[in-house]
């Protein structure tokens, strides 16, 4: 079983490959990353990086991979719509992720560090709610991916769980980035916290076959 790993940062290697050690042992993981993508998308939005996405995905299943995740929620629908026309699944890392939040609840708050992700992520969780009533808030966590970029990575995930712990009123919260999951551990409210990475992967593993 191989699955190839279309990330934003090099930070999330580690993160997926704890996942694969702890849940799926037997499976091979291939990451591919670049920067770049997440860069242009901030600037100029996600369809600004139609063509290179594809490119990327077309460079992950020449490696001869049984199916693609991509990690970069800013991203993730282009990969999806662009995945379709592939012989091997590709997965959007966040849309199991937005499955398990509107079985939560109506109310749903999404989090992101970067502010291009809010709306995709958004929109991913109407369209999981398929019909049923949800209330969608975002909320951007401001100056916390400046610590990410400067590599401080517990300050990072402290400033998540700080905005995570102000939200009221909500069923679940979503973490719109799976940058944002060490902030987990931090939280101390009692609303349900959603995070991409453990579903997203085992998504994307089950369509390793």
Known sequence: MRLALLHTSPAHIPVFEALRDAHHPGLVLRHHVDESLLARAREEGAEAVVVEVREALERAVAEGVDAVLCTCSSIGGVAEAQGTGFAVPVVRVDRPMAAEAVAAGERIVVLATVASTLDPTADLVREEA????????????????????????????????????????????????????????????????????????????????
Do not use: K
């Not at 991916?145 to 939200?167: K, T």
């Not at 060490?182 to 101390?188: Q, S």
């Open 130 to 209: 398929g019909g049923r009533p949800v209330t969608v808030r975002t909320v951007l966590v401001d100056g916390a991916w400046e610590l990410f970029a400067a590599g401080d990575g517990e300050g990072y995930a402290r400033a998540v769980a700080d905005a995570v712990d102000a939200v009221t009123d909500a069923d679940a919260i979503v973490l719109a980035q799976a940058s944002m999951t060490p902030a987990e551990r931090l939280v101390r409210t009692a609303v349900p916290v959603f995070s991409s990475p453990r579903p997203g992967l085992a998504a994307a593993a089950a369509q390793c076959v």
